[in-house]
């Protein structure tokens, strides 16, 4: 029973009876149990035992749609079959059935080989790994739940976690170093752009200054000294000449004693400022 449903004898008497030549023994769901829940009711009815867990319903029901499927699936099964073939898929089908009928729907039930009790009734384990992928069952494990945070109990959702903030690294880091390449890629363009404004701004400067010329104040030169009240001509002690002066930066080759720097003297040439600076003189003044 544990080769049965890949039996290659199993499968071409299989093929023969029911025109599916070309199954492999896939998707047939509680096959084996079906088969020994239904020697085991022909017992009890030949010598009936109380007390008995029977089969489960629900798993029969199942078996039941599984072999319809197959019956009905032209890539394994001819698409109209004779006579003698669709007799024969008929009458297991009702059978079955039947069979199906007499089971009350109770969870006080048993699956009669271990194998499909803990595959979802399918033999092959790839089969039962596509159901319970695209299909919510009782019989399927319970699909693991990621999250986001860590738990030191679950060890395989910290890999997950792991893995995920792993790939969170690696895309910041991606989106700084592209950021970092734009940025030094528009650096120097921005840069030319600044020169080419500023060398434009300075040659606006510079024909301006070429159509209005600035032209330095003319300072006219006025020779002037100063006369004491002994009616001595002298010139101001440390005085500061105008450009183009005779006079220098020094003082008067004449030396005078301290209180000489407080003599009053009388202006004899009139002065008119040229500068901010500069004071108006007038003849006489004191």
């Known amino acids: 029973m544990s080769l049965y449903d890949?039996?290659?004898?199993?499968?071409?008497?299989?093929?023969?009876?029911y025109g599916c030549s070309d199954w492999n023994g896939r998707g047939q769901r509680y096959h084996q149990s079906i088969y020994v829940a239904l020697l085991i009711n022909i017992s009890l009815n030949a010598c009936p035992i109380t007390n008995t867990i029977p089969f489960c319903q629900q798993a029969c029901n199942q078996g039941l749609d599984s072999l319809t499927s197959?019956?009905?699936?032209?890539?394994?099964?001819?698409?109209?079959?004779?006579?003698?073939?669709?007799?024969?898929?008929?009458?297991?089908?009702?059978?079955?059935?039947?069979?199906?009928?007499t089971l009350t729907p109770s969870t006080n039930c048993q699956i009669y080989n271990d194998k499909e009790a803990s595959q979802c009734g399918f033999y092959f384990q790839s089969d039962f790994e596509s159901y319970c992928l695209n299909n919510v069952d009782i019989c399927c494990p319970v699909r693991p739940i990621i999250t986001l945070m860590p738990s030191p109990s679950l060890s395989n959702t910290g890999m997950v976690v792991d893995s995920i903030d792993r790939s969170l690294f690696f895309g910041f880091v991606s989106l700084a170093a592209a950021f970092?390449?734009?940025?030094?890629?528009?650096l120097p363009i921005l840069m030319c752009i600044r020169k080419k404004n500023q060398k434009k701004k300075d040659q606006d400067i510079m024909a301006l200054s070429s159509l209005n010329p600035i032209t330095q104040p003319q300072i006219k030169q006025n020779?002037?000294?100063?006369?004491?009240?002994?009616?001595?001509?002298?010139?101001?002690v440390?005085?500061?000449?105008?450009?183009?002066?005779?006079?220098?930066?020094t003082e008067s080759p004449t030396s005078y004693g301290n209180n000489d720097m407080f003599k009053t003297m009388k202006v004899i040439?009139?002065?008119?400022?040229?500068?901010?600076?500069?004071l108006r003189l007038n003849f006489g003044d004191i």
């Open 6 to 17: 890949d039996n290659p004898s199993y499968l071409a008497g299989f093929g023969l009876q």
């Open 70 to 101: 197959i019956f009905t699936n032209t890539t394994s099964c001819v698409a109209k079959p004779s006579v003698q073939i669709a007799y024969n898929r008929n009458i297991t089908l009702k059978s079955t059935s039947n069979f199906c009928k």
């Open 180 to 186: 970092i390449g734009t940025l030094l890629i528009l």
């Open 223 to 236: 020779i002037y000294t100063f006369r004491d009240l002994n009616g001595t001509y002298q010139p101001p």
């Open 238 to 249: 440390n005085s500061r000449m105008l450009p183009n002066s005779s006079y220098s930066e």
């Open 269 to 278: 040439y009139e002065y008119v400022p040229q500068l901010q600076d500069e």
